[in-house]
Nanobody, 119 residues
Framework: QVQLGDSGGGLVQTGGSLRLSCAAS????????MAWFRQAPGKEREFVAK????????YYADSVQGRFTISRDNAKNTVYLLMNSLKPEDTAVYYC????????????WGQGTQVNVSS
């Protein structure tokens, strides 16, 4: 069983930066891809960024393109989300997720880490 532990959230002012981390533990970890999602109060969970585990290719939501960077450390089974130029609308609970294989759903989720951006 794979377990994901996300961390790094906090309170930051508009324009500030945060780096989220998601560490995987459990059985041998080699997902197809990892991603970050977020859920703001009263809104549905939305996709933020994705990274393919073996090739390292990335994909971003339009709302964070150019401000957020997803990366991974295969040796540490950890994925990161560097968030720059934060805006109040980035306030949400951020979740990391693992996609075991191509075409499958994100089967493993972190517990979430709260990001608050003050105006």
């Amino acid at each position: 069983q794979v377990q994901l532990g996300d961390s790094g959230g906090g309170l930051v002012q508009t324009g500030g930066s945060l780096r989220l981390s998601c560490a995987a533990s459990g059985r041998t970890f080699s997902p197809y891809a990892m991603a970050w999602f977020r859920q703001a109060p009263g809104k549905e969970r939305e996709f933020v960024a994705k990274i393919w585990w073996s090739g390292g290719g990335t994909y971003y939501a339009d709302s964070v393109q150019g401000r957020f960077t997803i990366s991974r450390d295969n040796a540490k089974n950890t994925v990161y989300l560097l968030m720059n130029s934060l805006k109040p609308e980035d306030t949400a609970v951020y979740y990391c997720a693992a996609q075991p294989a191509a075409g499958e759903t994100y089967d493993y989720w972190g517990q979430g880490t709260q990001v608050n951006v003050s105006s």
